[in-house]
Every structure is written in C-alpha cells, then in structure tokens.
C-alpha cells in the first residue's frame, strides 16, 4: 500500500509543483489577454463585430506605426546582434583590462528605461550635453537639433540610443556560451590550419546556437514593443510604433470606451505580430540546426 501510495505520489508530483505556476498564468496572463481579445471584437453595446479591427487598420497612424515597428525591430536586431557577438568575442580572450571594459558595458543594462530616455532627451535639447562635448572637442561649429528628427532619421535615432541601452544584455548571452565552450575545439581548429574566421564560422557559431537563439528571439519580441522611448523622445505621433498606439489611446483619450477598444485592439495586433515573428525564426533556426546536424 506505501509503495502504491508513493508511486502514486511521485506520478503527479511534476503537476503539484507546476500547479501554483499555472494558476499564477491564468489569473494575471491567460485571463487578462481572453478579456482583451473579447474586448477587441465586441462594439459598444456588447455585440460581435470587426469594427474596431477595421477603425484600426483604416486609422492614419496604423501604416506609419506598423512600418516603423517592423522596421526597427529588424534593423536593430541585426546590429545589435552583430555588435554583440563581436563585443563577446573580444571580452572572452580574458585580455588585461577585459574585466573593467565588461563592467562598463554592463552600466546601460542597469539603468532603467524611463532613466534613458531622461538621460539622453536632457542630453540631446538643443543645449544639452552631447551639443556641448561634441562643441568642446570642435567637432561641431552650432548646435544640432537632434530631436527636430523625423521620419526614417527619428528611427534611426531610435535604433542608436535604443542599441546602447539593450546592447549589453543581448552581449552577456553570448558571452556566457562562449565561456560555457569546451576550448579544446577551438584549438583543434587552430591545429589543422584554420584561419579565426572559419574558426568562429565552422565552429564557434553552430555551438553557440541555442545561445544566440535565446539573444535574438528575446530582443526580437522586446524590440516589437518599443514605445516609451520614441514618446519620451519626440511625443506621441512624431515616430509611431504600434505599442505607441496602445500608450497613446490610454494616456491621450482616455475615459472613452471606444479608446479602450482601441488600445486592446492594437495590443492583439502587437501579440499576433510577435507569434508571427517568433513562430517564423524558430522554424528558421530548427531548420538550419537539422542541416548542421
């Protein structure tokens, strides 16, 4: 009987101790994002509609905001992981004076958002203090308006302060496969002639995979849902993106339920968008692991 009991126990174990997990997802994630999705296809009087899906993708903000949320998710990926992965690379040779420069790339990590985007909109004001370092050093003759940008220029504005702040939290990922690497690899590449590129290519990269999967598709998603810095920086509407939408509609209008309908609406769209995204490189990724296998 105690045997059957404690086998009986040791079955639904993995469940007891997923159960408090569960219902954490249910109460705060499951529950909220069924409401939102109801919210979304329901008019004002309750009833099942498309309405607020066509308002939405009718509004004149929606193409702009769209555009510019795929387009910086997709630019400041690929640089950021570039940057990132060259930066890991170095700062794992262990070199004199590696320590110090890991530590000073880790500072943008620990500042929080709404701290960045003080700290470079007080720094980028006509008077601020990147105008006066750059005057200082004579590299500039006037001040530059760096918040007059618009358009594809406020983007990549965007995507250049955005890169310094997650930079390091992309870098640290990768760093930690490449010291988690078995060495020996390397150096029986080094052995049988291979220059440091194909090392790093042939080598280095395929074992870092699931590393750099891990990187890209978490700084995807978050790169999805960019907002407070484009409205910290230029105010609402100067670079939409999606999420800005979302922000815009609760902090603007808000009191009005048809600008809580709004706000759920492009909030399904954003998730819809970050399934896409993230449904398609993983079926990338799993495809090109198969073929290094």
Do not use: H
């Not at 750099?212 to 509407?237: D, E, H, K």
């Amino acid at each position: 009987m105690i045997n059957k009991k404690s086998r009986n126990i040791t079955k639904y174990l993995p469940y007891i101790l997923l159960a408090p997990t569960m219902i954490f997802y249910i109460l705060f994630w499951f529950r909220p994002v069924l409401t939102a999705f109801i919210e979304a296809f329901t008019d004002l009087d309750g009833g099942f509609t498309f309405q607020n899906i066509v308002v939405m993708f009718s509004e004149q903000q929606f193409a702009v905001s769209l555009k510019n949320t795929i387009l910086f998710a997709v630019i400041s990926v690929v640089i950021q992981f570039i940057l990132a992965f060259a930066l890991a690379l170095l700062l794992n040779k262990k070199f004199k004076g590696s320590s110090l420069l890991l530590f000073i790339a880790l500072i943008p990590m620990a500042i929080p958002p709404t701290a960045v985007a003080i700290l470079w909109n007080t720094g980028f004001q006509t008077l601020g203090w990147v105008n006066s370092l750059l005057m200082n050093f004579n590299l500039i003759a006037e001040p530059i308006s760096w918040l007059s940008a618009r358009g594809i220029e406020g983007l990549l504005f965007l995507i250049a302060v955005d890169t310094w702040t997650v930079l390091p939290s992309v870098m640290i990922i990768i760093l930690a496969g490449l010291q988690n690497m078995n060495k020996e690899l390397e150096e029986a590449g080094k052995v049988f002639g291979a220059t440091r590129f194909q090392i790093v290519k042939d080598i280095v990269y395929p074992i870092l995979k699931p590393s750099i999967a891990t990187a890209l598709i978490l700084r995807l998603i978050s790169s999805l849902q960019v907002w407070q810095l484009a409205v910290m920086l230029f105010g609402y509407g100067r670079v939409p993106f999606l999420v800005e939408r979302v922000a815009y509609y609760n902090e603007m209008v808000p009191g009005l339920e048809s600008s809580s309908k709004m706000a759920v609406t492009y909030s399904l769209f954003v998730t819809f968008i970050v399934l896409i995204f993230t449904f398609v490189y993983l079926k990338i990724n799993k495809n090109s692991m198969k073929g290094v296998e």
